[in-house]
């Protein structure tokens, strides 16, 4: 039985690695045939590649899923313009902002990345039971954060002024993010919080749904005040600190 755990442990680890490689490669490799633009690369690695954060309740040892996000904030981290590693320039080239030109790394991937590792860490270590707190804040970052630019960019015209942020944000691009993460947030508190027979303790749709209103209220606020290289770092973790607190009163 112990054997076979880490067997299918094992494969499932394997999945998630060539998941997330293809999530970052194909778009990478769009960028430079010209099929895309930068922006819808980062975009593209932004939406799919946090999606592997699905296998996490579903590992024996659970400590996997801090491994595997430790490894690629290492690697975005050593992503750089100065990267003797052909992969990791491209990838930096690919998919790099104008405003990471001063830091000279991806420092948005980077945060995305980091903020996964820690808030998985987190939860590993004092609620492995209540993983889907973390997973609904990451959902957070990775579709609606990305469905607010898009949106924002595209059909944006009531802009919202934050004396500290730089890029612009609109009324349009808040309100995507706000019904985005209220339906992802009732996706992942339902699926993993009440329906899942596996490993997760279950709550009442009812709760479930007051969670959702809750965190994704909170989550387009955090949003709406983050600078665009911080906001990858400062959503999922505010976001899912402060409900799970709220949680425990």
């Known amino acids: 039985m112990i054997i076979m755990s880490i067997v299918i442990d094992i494969l499932i680890v394997f999945i998630t690695y060539l998941y997330v490689f293809a999530a970052i490669l194909i778009p990478v490799q769009l960028k430079k045939r010209s ?3 930068k ?4 975009k593209a690695v932004h939406l799919f590649a946090g999606f592997a954060v699905f296998s996490s309740p579903y590992y024996e040892w659970p400590w996997w899923s801090v491994i ?14 100065q990267s003797k590693v052909k992969q990791l320039k491209e990838l930096y080239d690919s998919i790099g902002e104008e405003a990471e030109e001063k830091v000279g790394y991806l420092q948005g991937p980077f945060h995305y990345c980091l903020s996964i590792t820690g808030l998985m860490l987190l939860f590993v270590i004092f609620a492995p039971t209540q993983l889907y707190f973390p997973i609904a804040g990451i959902l957070l970052m990775i579709v609606s954060d990305t ?3 898009v949106i924002g960019k595209r059909y944006g015209k009531i802009k919202i002024k934050v004396p500290w942020i730089k890029t612009p944000r609109t009324l349009e691009g808040s309100l995507a993010f706000f ?3 209220f339906l ?13 027979p596996f490993t997760q303790i279950h709550i009442s749709f009812e709760y479930a749904l007051v969670l959702s209103l809750i965190t994704s209220s909170l989550a387009t606020v955090v949003e709406l005040i983050s600078p665009s290289t911080w906001d990858d770092l400062t959503v999922p973790i505010l976001t899912t ?5 709220i949680t425990l009163m």
Do not use: E
């Open 35 to 37: 099929k895309i633009t």
């Open 39 to 42: 922006f819808q690369a980062r």
């Open 68 to 81: 595997i996000a430790a490894t690629l904030t290492i690697l975005v981290l050593l992503s750089s313009k």
């Open 147 to 149: 469905l607010a630019s």
């Open 179 to 181: 019904i985005s993460g």
């Open 184 to 196: 992802l947030c009732m996706i992942a508190f339902t699926i993993l919080g009440v329906t899942n």
């Open 241 to 245: 600190l402060i409900i799970f607190l």
